[in-house]
């Protein structure tokens, strides 16, 4: 069982924000993750323990599942690094070009191409240049 708490969510927001993907989420994602950290937000109690008034930190978790699984998706996108984004967006155009090789008649010198699509280095290039 995955378990959601207020470090984990501050975490990834901190190093959401500094790689700049915090501007990427849709706002109905942001509000959700708002309020996931204010509801989990730890608090001072102050008890009685031992005869003595102290002060405890008392803080929520979030364990439902489905809510655990779209924060999961949000702190997948928070902390995808440049290269993760560039070789996503390398992949889904030499997915596209392989397609549309497959669908017309191929001649013989666009057979290395698609070795090339194969390559992690040139779908590399594929994502950055475009």
């Not at 501050?10 to 509000?31: Q, Y």
């Not at 959700?32 to 001072?44: D, E, F, G, N, R």
């Not at 008890?47 to 405890?56: A, E, F, P, S, Y």
């Not at 070789?87 to 997915?95: E, M």
């Amino acid at each position: 069982m995955v378990v959601v708490t207020h470090t984990m969510l501050w975490e990834n927001r901190r190093k959401g924000l500094i790689r700049g993907n915090w501007r990427v989420l849709s706002g109905k994602e942001k509000a959700l993750y708002s309020v996931s950290l204010a509801y989990t937000k730890p608090k001072w109690r102050k008890v009685l323990l031992n005869g003595q008034r102290q002060k405890i930190e008392v803080s929520r978790t979030i364990v439902e599942t489905r809510l655990v699984q779209k924060l999961e998706e949000l702190f997948v996108k928070l902390l995808e690094t440049r290269s993760v984004r560039i070789l996503k967006r390398g992949q889904a155009k030499a997915s596209a070009l392989l397609h549309r090789l497959e669908q017309m008649s191929v001649a013989c010198w666009l057979v290395g191409l698609k070795d090339w699509l194969k390559d992690p280095v040139y779908i590399f290039w594929l994502g950055a240049v475009g």
